[in-house]
T-cell receptor
Framework: AQSVAQPEDQVNVAEGNPLTVKCTYSVSGNPYLFWYVQYPNRGLQFLLK??????LVKGSYGFEAEFNKSQTSFHLKKPSALVSDSALYFC????????????FGKGTRLSVIA | NAGVTQTPKFRILKIGQSMTLQCAQDMNHNYMYWYRQDPGMGLKLIYYSVGAGITDKGEVPNGYNVSRSTTEDFPLRLELAAPSQTSVYFC???FGQGGYEQYFGPGTRLTVT
C-alpha cells in the first residue's frame, strides 16, 4: 500500500526567511511525487513533481523540492518566503509500478508573517 | 481554456434529498476524478474515470454514483443525502495516470442538514 505523511499541521515562518514543508512517503516500487497548493476557497493548484532524474525539482512561484530516496522524503522549500505564500500545501504520491491512484497527505498550513 | 469547472459552488441539502454535482473540463483529458475534502483529512478519492463509458470506485464510493458519457463531463450523483456527506467536493482531470499532474476545479461546498 502507498501512503504519504505530512508531519506538521502548521508551519509558521517570517517573511523573507527560508521555508520548508515536510513530506515523507511509502510505496512498494518507485514513486511519482507531487506538491499542490490550495488558497482559501479555491481548488488545488499543481506546484511541482518528481518523476525521475534530478533529485532537485523546481516548480512554480519559486518553490523547489528535493527527492531523497534513502529518507523517503520530498520536502518542499523556498529560499525566501512571501506573505502571499500563506496557504494549505499538500504532498501526494503514486507508486509507478501499477495503475494506482494518487494518495494525498493531510496537508500543512503555511503562515508567513510580515 | 476554462479548465475544470464545477457547479454549483454551494448547496444545502436536507437529509434524504438527492442532487447531482456537475463537472466539466475542456482540456480533452481522458482521466477525471472526484474527491471529497474534510478538514484535517486531506483528499479522499470517491470515483474516477479513465475515459468515456469507464468508471471505477475510489477509496470512499458509498453513497455516490457517477457516469461518464462524454470526455468532457463527469457528474457525481448523491442519492439519499446523509450528514456524513457534508464536505467540499473537488473534481479533477489529467491527461493520463502515472506522472501526469491533475488539474482541479474550484469545488462545491455541500452541507447536509
Amino acid at each position: 500500500a502507498q501512503s504519504v505523511a505530512q508531519p506538521e499541521d502548521q508551519v509558521n515562518v517570517a517573511e523573507g526567511n527560508p521555508l520548508t514543508v515536510k513530506c515523507t512517503y511509502s510505496v512498494s516500487g518507485n514513486p511519482y511525487l507531487f506538491w499542490y497548493v490550495q488558497y482559501p476557497n479555491r481548488g488545488l493548484q499543481f506546484l511541482l513533481k518528481y518523476i525521475t532524474g534530478d533529485n532537485l525539482v523546481k516548480g512554480s512561484y519559486g518553490f523547489e523540492a528535493e527527492f531523497n530516496k534513502s529518507q523517503t522524503s520530498f520536502h518542499l522549500k523556498k529560499p525566501s518566503a512571501l506573505v502571499s505564500d500563506s496557504a494549505l500545501y499538500f504532498c501526494a504520491v503514486r507508486d509507478n509500478s501499477g495503475n494506482t491512484p494518487l494518495v494525498f497527505g493531510k496537508g500543512t498550513r503555511l503562515s508567513v508573517i510580515a | 481554456n476554462a479548465g475544470v469547472t464545477q457547479t454549483p459552488k454551494f448547496r444545502i441539502l436536507k437529509i434524504g434529498q438527492s442532487m447531482t454535482l456537475q463537472c466539466a473540463q475542456d482540456m480533452n483529458h481522458n482521466y477525471m476524478y472526484w474527491y471529497r475534502q474534510d478538514p484535517g483529512m486531506g483528499l479522499k478519492l470517491i470515483y474516477y474515470s479513465v475515459g468515456a463509458g469507464i468508471t471505477d470506485k475510489g477509496e470512499v464510493p458509498n453513497g455516490y454514483n457517477v457516469s461518464r458519457s462524454t470526455t468532457e463531463d463527469f457528474p457525481l450523483r448523491l442519492e439519499l443525502a446523509a450528514p456524513s456527506q457534508t464536505s467540499v467536493y473537488f473534481c479533477a482531470s489529467s491527461f493520463g495516470q502515472g506522472g501526469y499532474e491533475q488539474y482541479f476545479g474550484p469545488g462545491t461546498r455541500l452541507t447536509v442538514t
